[in-house]
């Protein structure tokens, strides 16, 4: 056997081995409280070390180190601290949904959104995150193809295939229980493969050398800093990966596991940023896979390193992609609809995660760009962070919802087709743009959330006291 092929059968026989390893991780839930709420065999919610690992490997997911990465490349430190500064949403997420829990009794945000803004309402906010979880799919099985083949190619679409195949495999067997205790040896191999990689390319260059690429200008990744500050009291909300585990466990081991997860998230990818930042000093050419590209310069052994990272972070993003799918359809769309289907919504919940394993493939296989509009763009979610962070502030109104939640999917779909005027940039860098979208939108959202609330509360004193 030559070299070629045996590396061929090193590199796919670990997809392989992954697999089995995971599925011999999951157990098989066959109860609703371990498919849908991932609960023990006993009953017990998850241990808080087991939430918090799940927490913190869900949202590493394998586009976003490559981003992370291509932003420290492309702005070195200054572009993987915008990056990290999403992750700090997830504790801001866990203060958000401790406050729900204790002060308005919410057990879900769809179910939360219906009882407060009534159903089309929960129905809107239930397609977005649909759209979301869609994308989840296929965005994270191409960047695992990335690293068998070039886009297109059979290598490429047989590894984010298989990588599909084995992931939906243990899903199946045990829903959410099986994400979170998958979650945990995920995290791990992470960790230990991203220790690695930075192993092998940081002792190569001083802390001067790793900040000279950084320059704090607007037009130097600080527009991206900003934006970030903007989205993240908004980007969680529509992330039923994050959300769903802010209600499986009591309110204050819930809230030490999202800032735990929100701390170690923001660190991991801040030092992931660095490869980016490494491949600028080593003069790798600029790409929209750093990671690949720096690892396929530097031989076998970085590139197969590279592969554990990227497996591990989709596997992770993927298995939970399908819990919350499962969840969605077999407990809570049955529940807009006035209906509680038992036993049955395990079964419900199996066959969404099949078809959007079939279906949510599509675009992979069609070729499209993970890294040009890979999930629903943030801008268009910012009407979410008035209806969660300041409901209670004001008397909640379903105009309230609909002029909050309307107004942002307008912005963001304005700023997609290129209808925003110019007037609007703050600044002249790439995101200037965004920037302005971001805070001007952001201030119509909260005036069209917050101005219904209080004409109700002037109209009917009675009734808001």
Request: charged fraction near 10%; hydrophobic fraction near 55%.
């Amino acid at each position: 056997m030559d070299n070629n092929a045996l590396l061929g059968v090193f590199f796919w026989g670990f997809l392989l081995l992954y697999g089995v390893l995971m599925y011999a991780l999951s157990p098989r839930a066959v109860t609703l409280g371990g498919f849908f709420q991932g609960e023990d065999a006993q009953g017990r919610s998850a241990a808080p070390w087991l939430l918090t690992s799940s927490i913190f490997i869900s949202w590493i997911f394998a586009k976003s180190v490559t981003n992370a990465a291509n932003l420290g490349a492309s702005y070195g430190l200054v572009g993987g601290l915008a990056y990290a500064t999403y992750w700090l949403s997830i504790p801001l997420a866990g203060l958000v949904i401790f406050r729900l829990r204790r002060r308005f009794g919410a057990t879900g945000l769809v179910s939360f959104l219906t009882t407060h803004y009534g159903r089309a309402a929960a129905l809107a906010f239930t397609a977005a995150i649909l759209i979301r979880l869609f994308n989840e799919v296929w965005s994270n099985t191409a960047v695992v193809g990335g690293y068998y083949g070039d886009s297109g190619s059979a290598a490429f679409i047989g590894a984010a295939l298989l990588f599909t195949a084995v992931t939906l495999a243990y899903s199946l067997r045990g829903g959410l229980r099986s994400s979170i205790l998958t979650d945990a040896a995920q995290a791990a191999i992470f960790l230990i493969a991203l220790l690695w990689v930075l192993g092998l390319v940081l002792p190569r260059h001083s802390l001067s050398e790793l900040g000279s690429t950084s320059h704090w200008a607007l037009n130097a990744g600080v527009d991206l800093l900003l934006v970030a500050g903007l989205q993240l009291f908004s980007y969680p909300f529509h992330d039923p990966v994050l959300t769903d585990r802010g209600f499986i466990s009591e309110e204050k081991t819930m809230l030490r596991s999202f800032v735990l997860a929100g701390i170690l998230g923001f660190l991991a990818i801040l030092a992931f940023s660095l490869i980016g930042v490494h491949a600028t000093l080593s003069g790798i050419a600029a790409s929209d896979n750093v990671p690949a590209a720096l690892a396929k310069s530097m031989g076998v052994v970085a590139l197969l390193v590279m592969t554990v990272v990227m497996v591990s972070a989709a596997g992770s993003t993927l298995d939970s992609t399908f819990s919350s799918l499962a969840k969605l359809a077999g407990r809570e769309l049955p529940a807009l609809a006035g209906r509680d289907l038992g036993q049955k919504s395990i079964g419900v919940g199996v066959a969404a995660m099949v078809m959007f394993a079939v279906l949510g493939n599509l675009p992979m296989l069609a070729g499209t760009d993970i890294l040009k509009a890979t999930t629903i763009s943030g801008t268009m979610v910012i009407g979410l962070a008035p209806v969660f962070v300041l409901h209670g502030v004001v008397r909640p109104t379903r105009l309230g919802f609909h002029l909050s939640f309307w107004t942002g999917l307008g912005l963001g779909t304005a700023l997609v087709l290129g209808w925003i005027p110019p007037g609007w940039a703050i600044g002249d860098g790439k995101y200037a743009l965004l920037l302005g979208t971001n805070l001007y939108g952001l201030g119509l959202c909260v005036l069209g959330y917050l101005l219904p609330g209080w004409l109700a509360a002037r109209r009917y004193p009675a009734e808001s006291a």
